[in-house]
């Protein structure tokens, strides 16, 4: 059982920054594969960005890399999501997800644990 808290949203202007936070809860924390979604409204969930147990591989959407940056920091149970250049098309829910096991990283089904969600907002 794993508990994953989130924090850091919020409205801000386009070209502002946000950084997300997700704190772990219930599992060993450095078993984990860490991603994040987003939902926006009338859309479906996507994938936006994920990181690997050890922080050797860190994968995003084409739509923000470069932008967005995702980090991990063991010792405190909790996965980052800076993001910086925010433009409206960013505005989403976004939730954080935990996996246990080995899967494809882009696949929600792959991710065992998930966050509340928390809301951004991006204006223009």
């Known amino acids: 059982q794993v508990l994953l808290v989130e924090s850091g949203g919020g409205l801000v202007q386009a070209g502002g920054s946000l950084r997300l936070s997700c704190t772990a809860s219930?599992?060993?924390?450095?078993?984990?594969?860490m991603g994040w979604f987003r939902q926006a409204p009338g859309e479906e969930r996507e994938f936006v960005a994920a990181i690997s147990r050890n922080s050797i591989y860190a994968h995003y959407r084409d739509s923000v890399r470069g932008r967005f940056t995702i980090s991990r920091d063991n010792a405190k149970n909790t996965v980052y999501l800076l993001m910086d250049s925010l433009k409206p098309e960013d505005t989403a829910v976004y939730y954080c997800a935990a996996a246990e096991g080995i899967g494809v990283y882009l696949t929600e089904s792959t991710y065992d644990y998930w966050g509340q969600g928390t809301q951004v907002t991006v204006s223009s």
């Open positions: 219930g599992r060993t924390f450095n078993t984990l594969g």
